[in-house]
């Protein structure tokens, strides 16, 4: 039986994330385009796609 070992992501990981998912959920219409490729990356982030 193998020994799994939690290793904590990098910090600026967890921000550029954060950051992504806050721009996902972003209802302004001047960055739109920003939200929409946002929501597609945390998405597929999310799915382990």
């Avoid at 939690?6 to 960055?31: G, L, M, Q, V």
């Amino acid at each position: 039986m193998s020994e799994q070992i939690y290793a904590e992501k990098p910090e600026s990981e967890r921000t550029f994330w954060d950051d992504a998912t806050k721009y996902a959920a972003s209802k302004n219409s001047d960055e739109s385009f920003v939200s929409e490729i946002a929501y597609m990356m945390v998405t597929l982030h999310r799915t382990g796609a």
